[in-house]
C-alpha cells in the first residue's frame, strides 16, 4: 500500500517539534472530494538554503507519490512564496526596534526583545495578548 504524500514528511521536522529557529513543514488545510484533494503546506525555515531544500523535497514527494498512477490521476504540486525570514529587513532597521521598545518602556511595559516566528502560530500571538494584557 503506497504511504500518503503526508507521511513522507519527516515526522520530527513538522511545525509541533520544532523550536524557534528551527525550519518546519505546517500541513495548514486540506480538503477534498472522490475527484480532487488539496493538501496546503506552510513550509518555513531562516536558512535561505535549507528553505530551497524543503521546498525540492515537497516536489520529489509528489514526484514519487505519483508514479505508476492511472493515467487519469496526476499530482500537481505548486508553490507561492509569499513569507520570508524578515529578519535580514529588520536587522537594516534596527532603529524601529528601539522606537518600539521606548514606547514599550513609555507605557510601562518591560520590552523582550527575542526571536519570534510569523502570525501563523496563534499561540504566540495568543502568549503576546497575554503578555499585553
Not at 503526508?6 to 477534498?32: R, V, W
Not at 496546503?40 to 536558512?47: E, G, L, R, V
Amino acid at each position: 500500500m503506497r504511504n500518503s504524500c503526508h507521511n513522507q514528511i519527516p515526522s520530527q521536522e513538522i511545525a509541533t517539534y520544532s523550536i524557534m529557529d528551527q525550519g518546519f513543514y505546517h500541513l495548514s488545510c486540506i480538503k477534498g472530494t472522490v475527484e480532487k484533494t488539496e493538501m496546503n503546506y506552510i513550509i518555513c525555515d531562516f536558512d535561505e538554503q535549507n528553505f530551497a531544500k524543503r521546498k525540492r523535497a515537497m516536489f520529489q514527494i509528489a514526484v514519487e507519490q505519483g508514479k505508476d498512477l492511472h493515467p487519469d490521476c496526476y499530482i500537481e504540486s505548486t508553490v507561492d512564496d509569499i513569507c520570508y525570514n524578515m529578519n535580514k529587513v529588520v536587522c537594516k532597521y534596527r532603529h524601529v526596534i528601539d522606537i518600539a521598545k521606548q514606547a514599550m518602556i513609555d507605557c510601562n511595559i518591560k520590552p523582550n526583545v527575542q526571536l519570534n516566528r510569523d502570525i501563523t502560530h496563534g499561540e504566540l500571538l495568543a502568549a503576546l495578548w497575554h503578555t499585553l494584557s
